[in-house]
């Protein structure tokens, strides 16, 4: 069991930053692949960015822009979100399954957050 709260959250012009934090229970955190998923309004929740072990995977819309890291002794993973758009708004989640072949669908994950609210103004 694992469980997951995310922050960092807010309202941010296009073209600014923000970073997410993903904070994690359990002693096993180094041992769980976690990604960050979005859903906007009236859209299915997508895949934005994953980390298993040491390697790191990102969606198209993302890349070059958003920086996914982890830091297992914090049990903490982080989502750093650069030149930020109108269309990154979304409500992002943090999710966890433990350790296997990389995965990058909702219904892969076992673990969900809450959720934070990003909202980008043009």
């Known amino acids: 069991q694992v469980q997951l709260v995310e922050s960092g959250g807010g309202l941010v012009q296009a073209g600014g930053s923000l970073r997410l934090s993903c904070a994690a229970s359990g002693r096993t955190f180094g041992s769980y692949d976690i990604a960050w998923f979005r859903q906007a309004p009236g859209k299915e929740r997508e895949f934005v960015a994953g980390t298993i072990s040491w390697s790191r995977h990102y969606a198209d819309s993302v890349k070059g822009r958003f920086t996914i890291s982890r830091d297992n002794a914090k049990n903490t993973v982080y989502l750093q979100m650069n030149s930020l758009k109108s269309e990154d708004t979304a409500v992002y989640y943090c999710?966890?399954?433990?350790?296997?072949?990389?995965?990058?669908?909702?219904?892969?994950?076992?673990?969900w957050g809450q959720g934070t609210q990003v909202t980008v103004s043009s």
């Open positions: 999710a966890a399954r433990v350790s296997r072949t990389w995965a990058n669908t909702p219904s892969s994950y076992d673990y």
